[in-house]
Nanobody
Framework: QVQLVESGGGLVQPGGSLRLSCAAS????????MSWYRQAPGKEREWVAT????????TYADSMKGRFTISRDNAKNTVYLQMNSLKPEDTAIYYC?????????WGQGTQVTVSS
């Protein structure tokens, strides 16, 4: 059974940091590109960042460049999203996504709230 389980969300003040984790099981994690997406209230889901299957290539949405870092540990079947200098507009549910050719899986999401 495929599972993607996000964790690490919570309430943080503007300028603070959070590290999200996504633990994967039920598929060959090392074959899959992993991404983070987010969805703010009343908005469409948007792409945040992607890391290639072996971790050699990372890409980011423009608004996240320099503040967010995606990484992965294939030995632990886990992908991470380090988020620094958080802003209120980063408030959203953050979702983990796994993609390989035509296969794609989603996690249930973790809430991140940036507020003073």
């Amino acid at each position: 059974q495929v599972q993607l389980v996000e964790s690490g969300g919570g309430l943080v003040q503007p300028g603070g940091s959070l590290r999200l984790s996504c633990a994967a099981s039920g598929f060959t994690f090392s074959r899959y590109a992993m991404s983070w997406y987010r969805q703010a209230p009343g908005k469409e889901r948007e792409w945040v960042a992607t890391i290639s299957s072996v971790g050699g290539t990372t890409t980011y949405a423009d608004s996240m460049k320099g503040r967010f870092t995606i990484s992965r540990d294939n030995a632990k079947n886990t992908v991470y999203l380090q988020m620094n200098s958080l802003k209120p507009e980063d408030t959203a549910i953050y979702y983990c996504n796994a993609r390989f050719i035509q296969s794609a899986y989603w996690g249930q999401g973790t809430q991140v709230t940036v507020s003073s």
